[in-house]
């Protein structure tokens, strides 16, 4: 999906159970991981983990169990260095299999392409 496609998707309130966000400018990234965040009125109660804290079994923890207290899970990751695609491939199962969970993964390294 280009950045049109998610505009229009997302003026729609058409949000993805599980979204990476990438590119050359990170400010735009930010941007619209915030918008996303924010339409899933989700601002305070986000799992983020960032750029080192990111661990694969606290991922697929938060992800795999639904939540006491928020009608949606959303996990916010933030990093430089790519996830491995057998761990991404796991944790977009999660989202797939629970229609109020949510994954927003936000890419910063320079080999985006």
Known sequence: M????LDQNLNKNKIPNAIMLFGE???FTDLYSQKICS???AKEDIFSLYYDEYQFQKAKDY???PSLF???NVLLIKVTKKILKKELDLLIDYT?????TYL???YY???YK
């Open 63 to 65: 992800l795999s169990q």
């Open 2 to 5: 280009n950045k049109q496609q």
């Open 96 to 100: 797939l299999k629970n229609k109020d």
């Open 25 to 27: 400018n990170h400010l």
């Open 39 to 41: 339409l899933l009125s």
């Open 70 to 72: 928020n009608p949606i």
């Open 109 to 111: 390294g320079e080999d």
């Open 104 to 106: 927003i993964y936000c």
